[in-house]
């Protein structure tokens, strides 16, 4: 069974930085492609940022991409959100997940939310102003 386990929010001022770490267990980590979304209050979830399976390929959600970065050690089985310069507009539980992708291509990433198949319970992020 395959379990996601989320860390490393919290609570930030504007323009800090937080790391969340996704760490993946009971499937081969690096058959997944990974991605992480996020729920805001009364919001619906929304794709966030994506990283292929030999994470040579990232693709992030446009008022991220500058800001925040995705990356994975394939060798500890753990998936990163490096996330800088917050703004209170990412306060946010965010949910790491993984995407069976063994017979796809090493590059490919996914950005729909039905794409994937495990999820994580999600890490709370604030960020106050």
């Known amino acids: 069974q395959v379990q996601l386990v989320e860390s490393g929010g919290g609570l930030a001022q504007a323009g800090a930085s937080l790391s969340l770490s996704c760490a993946v267990s009971?499937?081969?980590?690096?058959?997944?492609?990974m991605g992480w979304f996020r729920q805001a209050l009364g919001k619906e979830r929304e794709f966030v940022a994506a990283?292929?399976?030999?994470?040579?390929?990232?693709y992030y959600l446009d008022s991220v991409r500058g800001r925040f970065a995705i990356s994975r050690d394939n060798a500890k089985n753990t998936l990163y959100l490096q996330m800088n310069s917050l703004k209170p507009e990412d306060t946010a539980v965010y949910y790491c997940?993984?995407?069976?992708?063994?017979?796809?291509?090493?590059?490919?990433?996914?950005?729909?939310?039905?794409?994937?198949?495990?999820w994580g319970l999600g890490t709370q992020v604030t960020v106050s102003s």
């Open positions: 997940a993984a995407k069976s992708a063994a017979t796809y291509g090493h590059t490919y990433f996914f950005i729909q939310e039905n794409d994937y198949d495990h």
């Open positions: 009971g499937g081969t980590f690096g058959t997944y492609a």
């Open positions: 990283i292929s399976r030999n994470a040579g390929v990232t």
